[in-house]
């Protein structure tokens, strides 16, 4: 970051972008969108910054990593119209978000622990259901379970009779396997390819390096917030 700032030192632009490895225009549009404090002005109009701007572009960076560009931007326009009980209930929804998604991946560890194969016995028999008790189970719409079937998610058979999908329990396992990752943000297409590998590994062990990424990018997310925190605890106090 270069020799350390004095408090009363004059900055220009490509002063602070320098410092922070961003363009001078990228720190004029943080400073229009309220990242920054306004920046004073030569008399010939041109601006300048100070330490407090340098400290408040370091708390902005800090805080994308955790909370993305979107929250991180409200936080700091928040903080400097004065309306840091704003800031503090949008960094606390990003945390409210963290927890949401690892109770998601628990639920999908879950889900796959009961995709693995069951012994049979005479108090576990093999399940079977039709699309609209599953839907409901699930607190889905029978026509998601319909596009799931489109794209090669679940795979339940037709009674030969009436013609009704009958989802064995097997079948069941999927949806619910499908229905968890959905939940945690993953595509049909990112979906498609995971419950592909463990029909044809006979396991799960195909989704144990997905699982393991998953754990590190949440554990990643934490330490981000954290490290947000101090650097916008930090703006906090040189601003007062």
């Known amino acids: ?102 109770e998601t991946l628990r639920a999908v560890e879950r889900a796959l622990r009961d995709l693995s194969p069951r012994a049979d016995t005479a108090e576990s028999r ?13 607190g889905i719409r029978p026509a998601t379970l319909r ?24 079948d069941v396992r999927e949806a619910r396997l499908v229905h968890q990752l959905r939940r945690g943000g993953h595509l049909l297409e990112q979906i498609a390819p995971l419950i592909a590998r463990v029909r044809t590994a006979g396991g799960l062990e195909p989704l144990e390096g997905t699982l393991r990424d998953w754990h590190g990018r949440l554990s990643a997310r934490g330490r981000a917030l954290l490290s947000g925190a101090a650097e916008l605890e930090a703006y906090l106090r040189a601003r007062e």
């Not at 928040?78 to 949401?100: K, M, P, Y």
């Open 1 to 102: 970051m270069g020799r350390n700032l004095q408090s009363g030192e004059k900055l220009r632009p490509i002063d602070l972008a320098r410092r922070h490895g961003l363009s001078t225009q990228a720190v004029r549009n943080y400073e229009e969108a309220g990242v920054l404090p306004a920046a004073g002005r030569t008399a010939h109009g041109y601006r300048t910054y100070t330490p407090l701007h340098a400290r408040a572009l370091r708390a902005f960076l800090a805080l994308v990593p955790g909370h993305g560009h979107r929250t991180a931007t409200a936080v700091m326009r928040a903080v400097n119209e004065g309306a840091a009980d704003e800031a503090f209930r949008l960094i606390d929804e990003s945390h409210a978000q963290l927890l949401r998604d690892r």
């Open 147 to 170: 596009k799931w079937e489109a794209a090669g998610l679940v795979r339940p058979r037709r009674d030969p009779l009436t013609g009704y999908r009958v989802y064995e329990e097997a």
């Open 126 to 138: 093999p399940r079977r259901t039709f699309i609209g008790p599953l839907a409901e189970e699930l």
